[in-house]
């Protein structure tokens, strides 16, 4: 990342940047950039911050979402009930603070603007989130957060390293403007953690459980050969 850094402050923040994300995902990484040299670079995923046993993280996640996301994003997979329940969030508060497109708490989250609409403003209307994670990867999603830059050729004024030429604008960037470097990727960690969640909320579940499955069919394994012996033993 120092290199990408050197190459943008040589180029300055409206640089033209090409960049492949697609090839580069298949090869472990985010994206390509030329740099100021015109040579092509790679450009590496950083690790999300995922941890469902952190409810408040999850908490965070939630509200920044409904505050940054839910007016454009829909997650249609999502109820407000599920939210409630798994992220141990008390009915009444997800009622008051995190239902801004509905007042049904079994409602899924629906986006706050009509999709048409944003169609005609973006030229395409942005895409449900709730199996993002699972499309695109818990890092992928992650530096993409936050690998916006300004760029004041593009419609928007910002582009992204990851995805360049995103119709997507840069919705944290009051956010980012008021935290520090660390405060910032630590609530889009927030973030990126809820959207893993919403992706796949038993994913911690199924790790478990599939932990003590495989312990249970290693212990198996001992009595089944040593009945297989003996059932074999007077067999030449």
């Known amino acids: 990342m120092s290199t990408l850094i050197k190459s943008l402050a040589g180029l300055g923040l409206g640089a033209a940047l090409t960049l492949t994300a697609g090839s580069a995902m298949a090869e472990g990484g985010c994206g390509t950039f030329t740099n100021a040299d015109g040579v092509v670079e790679h450009l590496a995923c950083s690790t999300a911050p995922i941890d469902f046993t952190n409810k408040g993280s999850l908490q965070n996640g939630a509200k920044i979402f409904m505050n940054y996301c839910a007016g454009c994003h829909s997650a249609k997979y999502v109820r407000h009930s599920r939210i409630a329940k798994d992220l141990e969030i008390p009915p009444e508060l997800v009622e008051k603070y995190l239902m801004v497109t509905t007042d049904q708490i079994g409602d899924h989250i629906n986006a706050e603007i009509d999709p048409d609409v944003q169609a005609s403003w973006f030229g395409a ?112």
């Open 125 to 236: 209307a942005p895409p449900d989130l709730s199996l993002e994670t699972r499309l695109r990867g818990d890092d992928w999603v992650y530096t993409y957060l936050l690998s916006f830059y300004e760029d004041p050729s593009r419609p928007w004024g910002s582009n992204n390293l990851v995805l360049a030429n995103a119709a997507m604008p840069h919705v944290l960037h009051n956010m980012q403007e008021e935290l520090s470097a660390d405060e910032f990727k630590s609530e889009v960690g927030d973030l990126v953690n809820y959207m893993a969640w919403m992706a796949e909320p038993i994913r911690h579940d199924r790790k478990v459980i599939g932990f003590f499955v495989i312990l249970f069919l290693l212990v198996l394994l001992i009595p089944v050969y040593l009945l297989n012996k003996e059932f074999w033993k007077d067999v030449k």
